[in-house]
């Protein structure tokens, strides 16, 4: 899973592992990738799936929906992510950086750090020097967080997708990191315990929904001309039925939650 600010190189990174244009860059001051999105690729012959996110920034939608939006699509691709790939452009961190990473270890838990890695991207501006150079002269700071996190760091440049041999290194630091976590992924005991009620609830209402949503999966299915088209409109789907589902669960009042679900299905009570 990528994550990082707004404009800081995930999509293009995605692309350049992937050595294809599957998730939408541009160079825009506004946040290009809106939703969490999903491709599947292979990194020398091993299969992969990577989820791309939209930036951890405040500008234009607020922080909170961004991070809803996050946190819902981990529970769309079980089993979880094995690692987080932590995109940022080589340079000491900001103040920014700092509340940033703040942010994810809030959505998260701080074992996240554990489970990722940093993926300097801009790897075009070194002018020759080693990416080690580059981190051995940067701020004590940057130093410290890459300390954090266990999977180490790496440089892409995004612009030359000729040269494999970084993503032939980032697979060889996925193995690795996959090896030391016991070849888990990141699952929901490690989030903070209030992320880990809201998706128990979540679950509730999805569950008491699914007869529901598999009715509209059906209808999608006479009304698209193509698959594709079908499969477009079933993750709109899926999106607004969890963001839905997690506005409830965020929802602290309990009763509140069980007069919505009430009016949803007159036929049931709801106990959540
Ligand atoms: N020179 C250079 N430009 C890069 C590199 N990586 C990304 N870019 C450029 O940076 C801009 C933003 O890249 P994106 O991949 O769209 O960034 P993002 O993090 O997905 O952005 P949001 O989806 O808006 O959060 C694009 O113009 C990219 O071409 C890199 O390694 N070198
Ligand atoms: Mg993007």
Known sequence: MLLGARGSGKSSTGNTILRCSAFKSDMQLN????????????????PVAIIDTPGLNRIG????????????????????PHVFLLVMPVGNLTNDDKSMHKLI???????????????FTHGDRLEGKTANDVI??????????????SGGFLFFNNKDMTNYEPVTELLK?????????????YTLSFYPAAERKIRKKMEKVLEMRKDQ?????????????????????????WRMEENDARKLA?????????????KRHPDRKSSI
């Open 173 to 185: 630091k996925v193995e690795t990191l996959v090896a030391i976590n016991g070849r888990s992924c």
């Open 61 to 80: 939608r607020t922080e909170r929906e961004v991070t809803r939006e996050i946190l819902k699509s981990i529970s769309l691709y079980t089993p979880g």
């Open 250 to 262: 965020e929802n602290p009042g309990k009763q509140k939650l069980s007069i919505k679900l009430a």
């Open 136 to 149: 051995a002269y940067s701020d004590k700071e940057l130093r410290s967080f890459i300390h954090k996190c």
């Open 213 to 237: 949503i598999a009715q509209k999966e059906r209808e999608l299915l006479i009304h698209c001309k193509t698959e594709q088209e079908v499969e477009r409109k079933k993750q709109e789907l």
């Open 105 to 119: 270890e809030s959505m998260f838990g701080e074992s996240i750090w554990k489970y990722t890695i940093i993926v």
């Open 31 to 46: 946040r290009v990738t809106q939703f969490c999105e999903r491709a599947y690729g292979n990194i020398n012959g091993r």
